[in-house]
């Protein structure tokens, strides 16, 4: 059974680099034709994605948000980071992380999520 769950601090000051941790439990990160993304959701807003890693370590990033993302993995733990810098309130939502066979999927009846965790920006 495929389950990804996210991890990181729900609260984040103006400034700051947020950090979040998803593991997959269900497979290898290494091992597939996948792609495992994050995705956020601002209060009153729709899906966003914001980027991807694939199963060969290669990362895809929404152009918009590049300058201030990086994803990383640490295939020892089957896990995937998001890195994104200079948080301001903009970037307070639901942050969520997938596993699909295609980039920049926000459809949440496709693929596999994580139930998201929350991120709160603010001093």
């Known amino acids: 059974q495929v389950q990804l769950q996210e991890s990181g601090p729900g609260l984040v000051k103006p400034s700051q680099t947020l950090s979040l941790t998803c593991t997959d439990s269900?497979?290898?990160?290494?091992?597939?034709?996948?792609?495992w993304s994050w995705i956020r959701q601002p209060p009153g807003k729709g899906l966003e994605w914001m980027g991807a890693?694939?199963?060969?370590?290669?990362?895809y990033d929404k152009t918009s948000l590049k300058s201030r993302t990086s994803i990383s993995r640490d295939t020892s733990k089957n896990q995937f980071t998001l890195q994104l810098r200079s948080v301001t309130p903009e970037d307070t939502a639901v942050y969520y992380c997938a596993r699909h066979t295609e980039k920049g999927v926000v459809t949440q009846s496709r693929g596999y999520w994580g139930q998201g965790t929350q991120v709160t920006v603010s001093s």
């Open positions: 890693i694939g199963s060969s370590g290669t990362t």
């Open positions: 269900g497979g290898s990160i290494t091992a597939g034709a996948y792609y």
